[in-house]
């Protein structure tokens, strides 16, 4: 990604589109077409393939992710997580992912099950449950563990939180801020993470301050750890209003005083909520687009698509993010206004 990043022309935008796994063969097959499209007709720079906790979707994550970056030719930037997964899991993993040509992987720690929070809440040593792999605690044990078995072989990148990480697993869940997160990040990017991904925002003014707060940070050693690397900033189409709110919740993102009025307002019609979502995304790249960044580097926004297309084609096309088509056109089916129903 780093050299992919430093090829665009200086101060100009790219937006990336994350996928997760259907669970069953006709889902896939049906992701597989639209991918195809989206490819064509959007032109991501990259995408990113979601990976279940503990290795749920080990095996799918691995064929779609084969399958944007081998039949695709998409760069693909593989999700990896490292709690609740065993040494061997995690080497499958990259291996898998070398194999198939990919040589970019977002470093996460993932979420324990509900169950193994309460046995190690309870428990005291966490023994009695499945994470018996004490290599991997934290995203930055990845991070290492990466960097130690395959030097810069992959470009890696980690999670940020601009309105804070509320981690339900640790005693200290109530200080979901962005100041309790901070050294953590600093932690991972001193290991060796290329890019920042943050979860997805509504609010403008938190993510400014976030991205603020980040370029000014001056660890222990005096060092602005974060003063050139890329910061992605996540987003998600409105789909739905059910949708919205339940995503809102999981993630602990705020939906603005704004925002939330405009939504509620035609909340009773899924296709009003779509414009309307349509309309506040486009807004918000808008606004994310006139902060300031390192001199010459190009801006990112990368799209939790929750699979789907029209939504993000609409907000990609309204706030010019398609990039136009640098090969010749080889004739590929290109229309972007495809069904949603998966
Ligand atoms: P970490 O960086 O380890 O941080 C976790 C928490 O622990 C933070 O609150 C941090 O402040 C704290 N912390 C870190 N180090 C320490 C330490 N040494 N001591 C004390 N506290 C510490 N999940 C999936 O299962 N699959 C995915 O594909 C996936 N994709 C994601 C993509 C993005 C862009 C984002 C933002 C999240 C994604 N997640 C995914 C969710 C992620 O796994 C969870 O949010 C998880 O709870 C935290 O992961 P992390 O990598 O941020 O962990």
Known sequence: LPTLLSSLPPSSHYFSLEFFPPKTSSGFSNLQSRLARMAAALRPLFVTVTWGAGG????????????????????????LTCTNMKRSMVDEALESAKEVGIRNILALRGDPPREEYRDTNEGGSGGSGTDSNEDFVWAVDLVRYIRRNYGDYFSIGVAGYPEGHADESNPEAGKQSVEHDLPYLA???????????????YDINAYQAYEKRLREYVDDDGNKLFANIPIIPGLMPIQSYQIIKRITKLSHAKIPEDISRRIEAVKADDEAVKRVGVDILSELIDQMKTLPQPEGMPRGFHFYTLNLEKSVAFILERTGLIPPISEPDTGAAASSDASDSD
Not at 61 to 79: D, F, I, K, M, W
Not at 187 to 199: H, L, P, R, S, W
């Open 56 to 79: 749920s979707t080990a095996t799918k994550s691995l064929e779609l992710a084969e399958v944007c970056q081998r039949q695709l030719g998409l760069t693909t930037v593989l999700h």
């Open 187 to 201: 932690e991972k990017v001193a290991a060796g993470a290329d890019f920042i991904m943050t979860q997805l925002t």
